[in-house]
């Protein structure tokens, strides 16, 4: 190699090393094992070029990189902002004391969001690999990225069924009458009416009317086209768990139609998908703020909205309320699925990610608020349409978007239009966050292959085993007693209790084995100045605190599942569900014990070696000090095999 290639003005370095000074050196996505021992860097800090005299192998792929740092943006909004700021942030909200429920939320966002939500995305960035792959900085812990890899791919699989509700909701919206706002249909009961009279029946001196040959003690048990339209004909319910039942045809097709289009836009890798979201993560704003505009026309809307706002400061001192603040804000920001460090991976290796983190949390949480006031001015309407008070319309998940929603643009003028306009949005939510959360998984898959088992067409292939196994268990959930398994998956795959579990450990791991001063120091390296001390604060003792706190109350307060508040599930089911939770929340005691007990030497020796690092060849580009470069300049036998050459580009 010419002495010319360690010039300063010269990006590219050429290095020679067989065990850096503050951890292994190992290939990784970013470079491949080649002739010799030779190790071939892929990309450095931006991944554009071969450095000059660069030797590559043909058909080994470089890392993808985002091709405009906005892409990076826009996909992280896409996964984080879905369908739990729609209707679950507005729930908790009028649920917890209205505007009051703002205070510990803002504060958990602080202490725990933006922390882990900072962390994800820069140690991907910064490893340059997937969910597994980036625990090389403490190879003990890898199991954690084997958790994360269990949690998103039990997401993948169930998720996608609320996409499927709403593409079958959508389709059905094309019709001149709105199939769920009529009682003769042939799925409705005897018990079906389409207007209760509740206002009349409250008042007493009209206790004993009739309205259309039904007395009001007929009317009080009647049933909602709505809800007979979800539970007899979308859902076609069972009796329970035991009872699967047949499959539903009509929502299995729906539902083969939303993996094609998830596959799709994800089997080309970042550079098709950073573009697919720049439509399914705005599209959705505007259909907010058209449903927004409509909104606060109707009747009814200014009490919907003063309901939601209105604090009730005496909630704040009960611990529901604090608690599902901290849940909310892990489930929203999408913390411990592994999908953000996929994403941050891809960046440039100088990439600012802590101005991003900042700018994602505020889009994040903004737009949970911001719902508020769409869902609640239709609420609202709702409310004084039945005669009812605001709490007897207000449901939480499936039972907001799929009951409350439909049954709010019935009554709207031109119902169909307003039907498809809110479940093309509901799609498009949903959409984003199911293919980005494929990404993560099939990414974390991708990065356990080197180089050399390097294949044409891998990703396209991984991706769609990825989508035919979740298809295949989804078939579960098209089924009568489907409704049943996709509460056990909700309710315990991806619960509070797996991912806070998660995000402890990875506070723990990054702060205390590898150490935080130590993260700071690379960051800084990264972006060119260090966080603020705050940051580094709450990974080592707030964010951990937090989450065992929340964590145990959980625990303590744990209740058996229920479906409507009425049908208890068998013990056999929660032991499906409490074995998924387990599933992935053991990997980390199970990795760490088995990793301990597998090398010999004492338990310090043992500890010392494991929790060393295995850097990539781009951590070169930072760890070479001078005189290491320097040394370099001497001749080199590039087939030695007592020498390996790194080859790699700098554009810092």
């Not at 080649?34 to 450095?44: D, R, S």
């Not at 192998?57 to 470089?62: H, N, S």
């Not at 405009?68 to 909200?93: E, H, K, T």
């Not at 959508?170 to 009961?189: A, R, V, Y």
């Amino acid at each position: 190699m010419e002495k010319s290639s360690f010039n300063t003005d010269c990006c590219a370095v050429n290095v020679v090393l067989g065990e850096e000074k503050k951890g292994h050196l190992i290939p990784n996505g970013n470079g491949h094992q080649g002739v010799n021992g030779t190790v071939i860097g892929g990309t450095g800090a931006a991944g554009a070029v071969a450095a000059p005299g660069a030797v590559s192998v043909a058909g080994y792929p470089e890392r993808e990189t985002w091709t405009r740092q906005m892409d990076f943006i826009m996909s992280c909004v896409g996964f984080a902002v879905g369908l739990g700021n729609v209707w679950r942030f507005p729930y908790l909200c009028y649920k917890n004391g209205g505007g009051v429920f703002l205070i510990p939320y803002v504060l958990f966002i602080f202490l725990g969001g933006i922390p882990i939500f900072f962390l994800e995305i820069a140690l991907g960035q910064f490893m340059k690999a997937g969910s597994i792959n980036v625990w090389n900085i403490a190879p003990l812990f890898k199991g954690l990225g084997y958790a994360s890899m269990v949690i998103v791919f039990f997401c993948n699989t169930y998720y996608i069924m609320v996409l499927a509700w709403g593409f079958y909701y959508f389709i059905k919206s094309f019709n001149s009458t709105l199939p769920w706002s009529t009682c003769d249909n042939p799925w409705n009961s005897d018990s079906c009416i389409e207007i209760f009279h509740k206002d009349q029946c409250q008042n007493g001196t009209i206790g004993n009317a009739t309205f259309g040959n039904l007395t009001c003690e007929e009317l009080a048990a009647g049933r909602s086209p709505i809800i007979e339209f979800w539970e007899n004909k979308v859902l076609n319910i069972s009796n329970g768990l035991d009872q699967p039942g047949s499959i539903n045809w009509e929502l299995t097709l729906c539902l083969l139609a939303v993996w094609v289009m998830v596959y799709f836009c994800v089997w080309k890798g970042v550079k098709s998908t950073g573009k697919i979201v720049y439509f399914t993560a705005t599209f959705p704003y505007i259909v907010l703020i058209i449903l927004l505009v409509r909104g606060v026309t109707l009747p009814g809307s200014y009490d919907g909205i003063m309901y939601y706002l209105k604090p009730n400061w005496s909630k704040l001192g009960e611990p529901q309320v604090w608690i599902d603040a901290g849940t909310q804000i892990f489930f929203s920001y999408a913390i411990g699925l592994g999908a953000l460090t996929a994403l941050g991976s891809y960046n440039r290796f100088n990439n600012d990610c802590y101005k991003d983190a900042f700018v994602l949390a505020l889009i994040n949480s903004g737009t949970s608020f911001f719902s508020g006031f769409v869902v609640f001015s239709i609420l609202g309407f709702m409310a004084a349409d039945q005669g009812v008070d605001i709490s007897k319309v207000a449901e939480s998940g499936p039972g907001l978007a799929f009951i409350a929603y439909p049954k709010a643009v019935s009554l709207m003028p031109v119902a169909p239009v307003w039907a498809a306009l809110f479940f093309f949005m509901l799609l498009l939510l949903g959409l984003d966050s199911q293919f980005v959360g494929v990404e993560g998984f099939v990414t974390g898959i991708l990065d356990l292959y080197p180089g050399k088992y390097y294949m044409r067409y891998q990703r396209e292939i991984a991706v769609a085993i990825c989508c035919s196994l979740c298809f295949i268990i989804d078939l579960s959930m098209v089924t009568q007693g489907g409704m049943y398994v996709f509460q056990l998956f909700d309710y315990y795959s991806a619960s509070g209790m797996t991912l806070l579990w998660q995000a402890f450990w990875e506070c723990v791991v990054v702060a205390w084995v590898y150490g935080a001063d130590r993260f700071m120091d690379d960051i800084a390296r990264m972006i060119g100045y260090r966080p603020f001390p705050w940051i580094k604060w709450c990974w080592s003792f707030i964010t951990p605190c937090v989450c065992v706190g929340i964590f145990l109350f959980h625990l303590l307060n744990y209740k058996p599942l229920t479906y409507n508040n009425q049908y208890v599930y068998p013990w056999w089911g929660e032991v499906i569900g409490w074995c998924m939770a387990l599933s992935s929340m053991l990997c980390i005691p199970i990795s760490l014990l088995y990793k301990l007990c597998r090398p010999t030497g004492s338990f310090k020796e043992r500890w010392a070696a494991l929790t060393k690092p295995v850097w990539g060849p781009h951590h070169l580009e930072y760890m070479a000090t001078d005189a290491e470069i320097k040394s370099l300049a001497s001749p080199l036998s590039p087939g030695s095999e007592e020498n390996k050459v790194i080859i790699f580009e700098s554009v810092m």
